[in-house]
């Protein structure tokens, strides 16, 4: 009860000041380092688990990016099969600040900068309205504990009717690639997908050699 209202207090504050600082640019070695790391990592998952089909003007959806770190690993792995493409990134807690006070956004603009046609959006999924070839996402949230700890108040914590939505954003012939954290979380969202009557390939544990992650990673690939 007092953390749902602390997050629901925070997020309503953050969300209506929008402060930030500006300008960010990591200068940090070792953090560039595990970020390069992170985009190989990124592409080498997202080649191993779609199929890729050669398209023109596809539309991506990356969903709950964050500061979206790992865009230049989306990026390029779609530009290596899609002619012109639009990449974007939704983040509902766009506005949380870092301990440097530069906000997700401001972080995000760093990351995604020079990558044509890719665009941040502050939002909620729900807001969404375009139809997408491709959806990605990356460790959705299905129980609280976690939903709490990254501070969201819970009135946002809706893992079925998201889901719903963002199948129901799915061109024909879409993919869309969910990646869970822990085989618990991996469980649940199974049981998701066949409550909402989901057709999906389960990938199972996904690796990479670029990098690996203390909690496994699952993968389940849904083609509409």
């Known amino acids: 009860m007092i953390q749902n209202l602390k997050n629901t207090i925070d997020f309503f504050i953050r969300n209506n ?5 500006k300008n960010f ?9 595990r970020n390069y790391l992170e985009n190989l990592y990124t592409f080498d998952i997202l ?4 199929k890729k089909t050669q ?5 991506i959806l990356d969903i709950g990016c964050k500061n979206w770190f790992y865009a230049k690993g989306e990026f390029y792995f779609f530009k290596s099969f899609c002619k012109d493409f639009e990449l974007d990134g939704v983040e ?3 506005h949380r600040l870092y301990s440097n006070f530069y906000s997700r956004y401001e972080t995000a603009k760093f990351y995604i900068k020079n990558l044509k046609n890719t665009t941040y959006i502050a939002a909620n ?6 139809k997408y070839d491709y959806i990605i996402w990356f460790l959705p949230f299905v129980t609280k504990e976690p939903h709490r700890y990254w501070g969201l108040p819970d009135c946002l914590f809706m893992p ?12 024909a012939n879409g993919q869309m690639l969910i990646i869970n954290q822990g085989e618990k979380e991996a469980l649940i969202q199974k049981q998701l997908l066949d409550k909402l009557n989901i057709k999906y390939e389960e990938k199972g544990i996904v690796k990479s050699g670029f990098l690996e992650y203390k909690n496994s990673r699952y993968a ?5």
């Open 92 to 94: 509902i807690d766009a």
């Open 220 to 224: 389940y690939l849904i083609k509409k």
């Open 160 to 171: 079925e009717k998201l889901l719903s939505h963002a199948y129901n954003l799915l061109k």
């Open 17 to 21: 000041t929008r402060f930030s600082r």
């Open 55 to 59: 398209q023109v003007n596809a539309a």
């Open 25 to 33: 640019v990591e200068k940090n070695e070792k953090l560039l380092h």
């Open 125 to 130: 999924l729900l807001d969404i309205t375009k």
């Open 47 to 50: 080649d191993k688990c779609l």
